[in-house]
């Protein structure tokens, strides 16, 4: 049965939706990277990191390099660092656009006055 290309692109950003897929993904843009490095990095349990990297492995982002008893990881290809430095883009955007609009609100909403408190009745 055929997926429709929506369904698809949904099922690969799902599972690009876990932090520490997001932080390898990132890490592995410098260029490859022994396990051990990688646990250096991200503060998680080595089991953790391993399903991880496991269910990256199998989606064909990155690959698995092994050296004797090293085992290293990269990106399979330049499309996800460039999609990572294209989110990084959008949430500027978007935070740029947040700061513009919170910044415009706290100049047009006066902060309102408050009558019959104390400091009322001493003016009296």
Do not use: C, W
């Not at 051990?36 to 399903?51: K, T, V």
């Not at 996800?80 to 947040?98: F, K, M, P, S």
Request: neutral net charge; aromatic residues 4%; glycine residues 8%.
């Amino acid at each position: 049965m055929k997926v429709p290309l929506y369904q698809a692109k949904a099922e690969f950003f799902r599972m690009l939706g876990h932090p520490v897929r997001i932080r390898v993904l990132e890490l592995l843009q410098s260029g490859p990277m022994p396990v051990r490095d990688l646990l250096a990095e991200i503060d998680i349990e080595p089991s953790n990191l391993s399903q991880q990297l496991g269910v990256l492995r199998r989606s064909g982002i990155v690959v698995s390099i092994r050296d004797g008893s090293t085992v290293s990881y990269a990106l399979a290809g330049g499309d996800v660092a460039e999609l990572l430095r294209a989110a990084r883009r959008i949430l500027t955007e978007l935070l740029v656009g947040q700061s513009e609009l919170l910044a415009e609100l706290r100049e047009v909403a006066p902060e309102p006055t408050r009558t019959g408190t104390a400091a009322d009745s001493t003016r009296s």
